[in-house]
């Protein structure tokens, strides 16, 4: 194992990203969010019975109060409801509501295509499918381990 070659790669990697969302931040593709504030309304359209407040807490890389105050926000805005969760009635799910969704789409749209203009200034179609693969098994691996590390899992 080359320790210094996987840290240059990953310093690689995180500067990429981080360069990248500043540029798409700069050029307003979030409209009037923030990229959190994004990313939580784009988890939610990609599941029609919602999720739990935990649930995007895992997926937004925030904590419970992290996650609850930006719930709050997109809630006091109307992006978001709450919805009772049919499986446990102590706990409720978010939803998006129909300005959340709207408010995802147009934003989405400019995302998506600010993202493909900077991934294909400087990448090809088959570059683009290598990173792809490369991060989906980054991605793959982290998710393993985060699942062999939790106490419920059984080993």
Same mark, same amino acid.
Request: glycine content about 6%.
């Given at each position: 194992?080359?320790?210094? &070659? ?6 690689? $990697? ?13 050029? !307003? ?6 990229? +959190? ?6 988890? $939610? /359209?990609? %599941? *029609?019975? !919602? &999720?739990?407040?935990?649930? $995007? ?5 925030? /904590?419970?109060?992290?996650? *609850?105050?930006?719930?709050? +926000?997109? =809630?006091?805005? !109307? &992006?978001?409801? @709450?919805?009772?969760?049919? *499986?446990?009635?102590?706990? *409720?799910?978010? %939803? ?13 749209? %400019? &995302? ?22 490369? /991060? ?9 381990? =985060?699942?062999? /590390?939790?106490?419920?899992?059984? @080993?």
């Amino acid at each position: 194992m080359d320790i210094r &070659l996987a840290n240059d790669a990953w310093e690689t $990697l995180f500067r990429a990203q981080a360069t990248l969302a500043r540029e798409f931040q700069r050029r !307003g593709c979030w409209e009037d969010m923030l990229p +959190r504030e994004y990313d939580v309304l784009y988890t $939610l /359209s990609k %599941v *029609s019975d !919602g &999720l739990r407040i935990t649930e $995007l807490g895992e997926d937004a890389l925030l /904590s419970d109060a992290g996650i *609850s105050r930006l719930i709050a +926000r997109l =809630h006091g805005r !109307g &992006l978001v409801a @709450r919805q009772e969760d049919p *499986s446990d009635a102590r706990a *409720s799910r978010i %939803v998006l509501t129909p300005a959340g969704a709207e408010a995802q789409r147009r934003a989405g749209r %400019v &995302l998506a295509r600010r993202v493909a203009e900077a991934m294909t200034r400087a990448l090809d179609d088959d570059q683009l499918r290598v990173l792809r693969e490369l /991060s989906g098994a980054l991605l793959a691996s982290a998710e393993e381990e =985060h699942r062999a /590390s939790r106490p419920d899992h059984k @080993r």
